[in-house]
């Protein structure tokens, strides 16, 4: 996602995730709720046969 002008909230509902920011990587596992700031330039999110819910803020 490019741009970002408000949070975002992610939650991975299903399997387990990995959000890149800035070239580095970071794990969403099931369950668990991460907060992005609006500050951010770019974000990926690689889910691999999983589900993340995004909300915009």
Known sequence: MDELDS???LMAVDG???IIVDNN???LP???T???PACL???TIK???SKVL???I
């Open 16 to 18: 387990d995730n990995e």
């Open 7 to 9: 949070f975002v909230v």
């Open 41 to 43: 330039s770019s974000f």
């Open 54 to 56: 995004m909300i915009t």
């Open 47 to 49: 889910a691999n046969h």
């Open 25 to 27: 990587t970071y794990q």
């Open 30 to 32: 099931f369950g668990s």
């Open 34 to 36: 991460v907060l992005l």
